[in-house]
Structures are given as structure tokens and as C-alpha cells.
């Protein structure tokens, strides 16, 4: 059974910061690739940042020079380091791991955890 369990959450003061983190079990982690998504209220989920099985990575602009994903393949987990937050990025932040099988991707998901950033 996939499960993928966030923490890391709270309320900050604009300009803080923020680490999430997202432990995985049920998975070969290191063949998965990791993303972390959010979603605002009456918003759609968006995606923040994404790390390939490789270490590549990639970011929405608005959190580029901010935000650091990464992974830890020993430990399963993958980390979202959250610099100059601010109010906009308040939102639910979901944990995503996709697993690409050639002909198509799966994609599980954890539960969210919230992120509130006080203007």
C-alpha cells in the first residue's frame, strides 16, 4: 500500500520560512519521480516543484530562487525548502509521487499539509 505522509506545515509571517517534508512507504522510492503541488482555496492544484529520479529539477517562476526541492533515496523522502514565503504562497501543499512505466505514469498522493502565511 502507497502512502505518502506530509509534515511541515503551519503558520508563518511573511518573510519566513518554512522546510516540508514527505516520508513514502510502499514504493521503490528511487523510481519514483517526487513533486509538491498546492491548491488555495477555490483554486485548482497547482504544480510548485518537481524532482526527477535523476535529481533533476524544476519550479513554478513564482517560486523559483525561494523554493529547493529534494530527495533523499536512504530515507524516502523528499523535502520542499520554503525561503521569503509569502502570502500568496499560503495554500494546502500536496506530496505526489509518479511512478512512469513507459506507456503511461501513475500518480499517488498524500493527504496535504497547510501552509498559511500572514500578510
Known amino acids: 500500500q502507497v502512502q505518502l505522509v506530509e509534515s511541515g506545515g503551519g503558520l508563518v509571517q511573511a518573510g519566513g520560512s518554512l522546510r516540508l517534508s514527505c516520508a513514502a512507504s510502499?514504493?521503490?522510492?528511487?523510481?519514483?519521480?517526487m513533486g509538491w503541488y498546492r491548491q488555495a482555496p477555490g483554486k485548482q492544484r497547482d504544480l510548485v516543484a518537481f524532482?526527477?529520479?535523476?535529481?533533476?529539477?524544476n519550479y513554478t517562476d513564482s517560486v523559483k530562487g525561494r523554493f529547493t526541492i529534494s530527495r533523499d533515496n536512504a530515507k524516502n523522502t523528499v523535502s520542499l525548502q520554503m525561503n521569503s514565503l509569502k502570502f500568496e504562497d499560503t495554500a494546502v501543499y500536496y506530496c505526489?509521487?509518479?511512478?512512469?512505466?513507459?506507456?503511461?505514469?501513475?500518480?499517488?498522493w498524500g493527504q496535504g499539509t497547510q501552509v498559511t502565511v500572514s500578510s
Open positions: 510502499g514504493i521503490i522510492f528511487r523510481t519514483y519521480a
Open positions: 505526489m509521487a509518479r511512478w512512469d512505466y513507459g506507456l503511461g505514469s501513475r500518480d499517488y
Open positions: 524532482i526527477t529520479r535523476g535529481g533533476s529539477t
